[in-house]
């Protein structure tokens, strides 16, 4: 996981990010239905924590700012036309 966060921040820093807001943690890898399962560490949440840490951690030692995004309101995605009526 450390590896990998070094990976991303090399590729975020080469080009000209510097401020990323991931990894995901969170629940939403618990819900089959709940989209964006691709960015999530899995259900577990010991796996999520220490994963995300690694990661985020990987990422600033190459210099990049990285905030783990989490989602706990809403583990199933809702199409932002029906967030606007």
């Known amino acids: 996981m450390l590896k990998y966060g ?4 090399r590729e ?3 080009k000209g990010i510097h ?3 991931g990894p995901f943690i969170g629940p939403i890898g618990r819900v089959a239905r709940g989209g ?3 960015e999530g560490l899995g259900a577990d949440p010991y796996i ?3 994963g995300g840490g690694l990661i985020t951690r990987g990422i600033q030692a ?3 700012i990285s905030t783990p ?3 706990l309101q ?3 995605e809702v199409p932002s036309i029906l967030i606007g009526q």
């Open 6 to 9: 070094h990976a991303l921040g």
């Open 74 to 76: 809403h583990p199933i």
């Open 19 to 21: 401020v990323a807001l």
């Open 36 to 38: 964006r399962n691709w």
């Open 69 to 71: 995004k989490a989602s």
């Open 62 to 64: 190459e210099g990049v």
């Open 48 to 50: 999520n924590g220490i």
């Open 12 to 14: 975020y820093r080469g």
